[in-house]
């Protein structure tokens, strides 16, 4: 944890280096922002060119002030900045906030200045925020020292921002969307303090914890994954969510892996799977991003999702349900009971109006209709989440009656979450009346599904919070072996062979497999048939043949499996030339260990396992659909390790192949024990041997009551 950070955002004296009566520059309407929005501690200012700003009194440097601030805004040129910040070090200040760009952000000198102001900073044990940052709002202390003008209301989210345009941004939107904030923060280059420095002093200091509701980042790089990891764990098992806009999707890197899994994981893919792990939901869009944080602050986290519809339209109502599936959601089923009390509350009004789900109270409906029928779905036990959908009613003042009924409503009953679809653009007093309530309102249905949806997939994964830190136990495995083998190899492929031993060392099941090789045509054919000869002793029919080779990682891709069937006649060397031939046709240089022969194995649905170690991230585990078609098909879920037995059990339900392997048309399900079991051996194969970096089984054929792998690859560092 950060000594003193508390202080940054709550000091009870800040100075201001770089201050000026210019308004034109940020020293200058910086300041006069946060005078303006009346912070309440001491404002030092230093200027050396100035005797007085705004009637305060400037000092020539930061050593010349009567005390120490607890918190330093640096709006100097990055020239200067250096000298300045070893006098704020000489004078003790342990907090600097520095908009100053002019660092790593913009190359060449830039990145020799930032490393000497890390240099110094280290020196003097400052904690220090940018630089190249927009400042931040933090409410509760009354200090807005940001790029913005907008005023930001007291509440519980807390954003923080890796983008000074999207800081200042995200200011005035929550402005708009009746966010109530806690803290602000753009945190600029994250040369020293990033957000995961904040959410550790958070978390460990109790006044600077109450009230926060929901974290939001806008994060363009990942630092301290296995920290971050950690401390979004402590914030899941307090139910505090934490929402991140992660951005920068595309990754070139990925097109250099060799391996299947190397190839389809992107570090992207260990982002999500961190989030995942973390409990971090991530979003698409600055709006998603925004909403999501308005409905996490105003609105109890939904404990199920199944939804009851109310609506004074058909139309919205089947439009928002056709969104259900899509997000993991439900219609709720009535029961008899609340379907009778219902039926006497809508007798009262109109005849017409439908008794289940959705209620439809038709076009007349007035706010004390919705205020009834929301009230008796608020109190049933069949439904988990309500929705009200309404269109503009044709009536003069029923809008605002609905809001004003909605809006008591949602006040005495503040255990259920609610959601209000207006259907149309609501003015600023009805918007003002919804969000005082706790109502975040919605334009279109497809867009507070989306959101419902969201808020749901948080609450769904409170039970596996605490279950993810246990990694499942293995049994039979034997390290030993497998460390006899792997130790052999340094930054390369094991052979199939070594990579065959070592999985079988770890439990998993291979065919029979034997290496011919020799040193002349004749030795090897001699080989061959005596392979053959084992095999056919063994009743085989059939066998495969693959190349042995180090230069040759794809097999198909050079036509080098071939099935050969040995009954009823013995086959002659045809194919096993063939396969030597089509190994030097496709890399004339391919250094040639010899032909692998192994039991064919008929049957069985293919799937892959795999691991792709990515930097900062750990071992990323892949279960994807098998097969020579695996790139083609990208049917591939990923978890980071050490996986939990839930982690397993997600990463088989979680590819559309999942489907089949269940079974269809009367086939048995695969072994998914097995399937399950295999993935934490791997898990536990990894983290005995973090030197692996590349991992692939593909296939592993999968059957009613085994699974059985054919083919194998692995990469050591
Ligand atoms: P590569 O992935 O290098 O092309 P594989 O050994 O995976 O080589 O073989 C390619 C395909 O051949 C596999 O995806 C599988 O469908 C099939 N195959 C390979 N070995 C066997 C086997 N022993 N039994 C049945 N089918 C096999
Ligand atoms: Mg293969």
């Not at 609340?338 to 007349?364: H, M, Q």
């Not at 040759?552 to 050969?564: F, G, P, Q, T, Y």
Request: include cysteine.
């Amino acid at each position: 944890m950060r000594n003193n950070l508390y202080g940054m955002f709550f000091p009870k004296s800040i100075v201001v280096i770089g201050a000026t009566s210019d308004m034109k520059k940020h020293g200058g309407a910086m300041l006069a922002r946060a005078i303006e929005f009346g912070y309440k501690g001491k404002i030092y200012l230093v200027n050396p060119k100035q005797n007085t700003i705004f009637n305060l009194k400037c000092y020539k440097t930061v050593l010349d002030l009567p005390e120490t601030p607890d918190a330093a805004f640096v709006v100097i040129p990055a020239v200067v900045v250096l000298k300045t910040v070893e006098e704020c070090g000489q004078k003790g200040i342990k907090n600097i906030i520095m908009i100053s760009a002019g660092f790593k952000e913009v190359g060449g000198e830039g990145i020799e200045r930032e490393k000497k102001l890390l240099e110094i900073i280290k020196k003097y044990g400052i904690n220090l925020v940018g630089p190249n940052c927009p400042g931040f709002v933090s409410p509760f202390a009354d200090l807005h020292f940001m790029m913005s003008v907008a005023n930001v209301q007291k509440g519980g989210v807390v954003i923080l921002s890796q983008s000074g345009g999207i800081t200042a941004a995200m200011v005035d939107f929550a402005k708009d969307l009746g966010i109530g904030c806690r803290l602000i923060c753009g945190i600029g280059n994250k040369a020293d303090v990033n957000e995961v420095d904040i959410m550790e002093t958070m978390i460990d200091n109790e006044a600077f914890l109450e009230g926060i509701k929901v974290i939001v980042l806008y994060q363009e790089s990942i630092v301290d994954a296995g920290r971050l990891l950690k401390v979004a764990m402590r914030f899941a098992e307090k139910d505090i969510p934490i929402l991140s806009l992660k951005s920068g999707r595309g990754d070139f890197g990925r097109k250099a892996a060799l391996s299947h899994t190397g190839a389809m994981a992107s570090s992207d893919a260990a982002v999500d799977a961190l989030f995942k792990k973390a409990r971090i939901v991530r979003v698409e869009g600055i709006n998603e991003l925004l909403t999501l944080a308005a409905s996490f602050e105003k609105i109890p986290i939904p404990s199920g999702n199944r939804i009851a519809i109310v609506t004074n339209s058909g139309g919205p109502a089947v439009v928002a349900a056709d969104y259900f599936e899509k997000y993991g959601l439900t219609l709720a089923q009535l029961s008899d009971v609340t379907k009778e009390k219902l039926r006497l509350i809508l007798d009262k009004f109109s005849a017409w109006c439908a008794v289940d789900n959705p209620v439809d109270i038709i076009g007349g409906g007035s706010g004390q209709m919705f205020q009834e029928v929301v009230e008796l779905l608020f109190n049933a036990e069949d439904n988990d989440i309500v929705l009200v959908t309404m269109p503009r009613p044709s009536f003069e003042g029923v809008l605002q009656d609905i809001a004003h009924s909605l809006a008591i409503t949602r006040r005495v009953n503040s255990d259920k979450p609610m959601f209000v679809v207006t259907m149309t653009d609501v003015d600023h007093d009805l918007r003002e009346r919804y969000s005082r309530a706790g109502l975040p309102i919605f334009l279109y249905p497809e867009e507070a599904v989306k959101i419902i949806g969201k808020m749901c997939e948080y609450g769904g994964r409170r039970k596996n919070v605490f279950k993810i830190f246990n990694p499942g136990k293995c049994l039979g495995i034997h390290k030993e072996e497998a460390e006899k083998v792997i130790q052999r190899y340094k930054n390369k492929f094991l052979s199939q062979e070594d990579a065959r031993k070592v999985l079988e060392a770890y439990g998993f099941k291979f065919p029979r497999t034997v290496l011919a090789q020799g040193k002349d045509e004749i030795e090897q054919y001699m080989h061959f048939c005596q392979y053959l000869a084992d095999f056919k002793s063994d009743c085989i029919y059939k066998v495969v043949l693959k190349i042995e080779s180090p230069d040759i990682l794809h097999k198909s891709d050079a036509k080098c499996v071939k099935e050969m069937i040995l009954f009823p006649e013995a086959p002659g060397p045809n194919v096993y030339n063939e396969i030597i031939a089509n190994a030097k046709k496709y890399k004339s240089d391919a250094e040639i260990k010899g032909v692998l022969i192994q039991e064919f194995i008929g049957g069985g649905k293919e799937v892959l396992i795999g691991v792709k170690k990515e930097k900062e991230f750990g071992h990323l585990i892949s279960f994807a659909r098998g097969g020579i078609y695996t790139e083609a098909e990208r049917d591939i879920a990923f978890a980071l390790t050490p996986l939990s037995f839930e982690d397993a059990d997600e990463l088989t339900k979680s590819i559309r192949f999942y489907e089949i392997l269940k079974g269809v048309r009367g086939e048995k399900p695969v072994d998914f024990d097995e399937l399950r079991h295999a993935l934490l051996r791997i898990s536990q194969l990894v983290s005995d041997f973090p030197q692996i970096v590349e991992l692939d089984i593909n296939p592993v054929k999968a059957f009613a009551d085994k699974i059985i792998c054919v083919d194998a690859r692995i990469k050591v560092e």
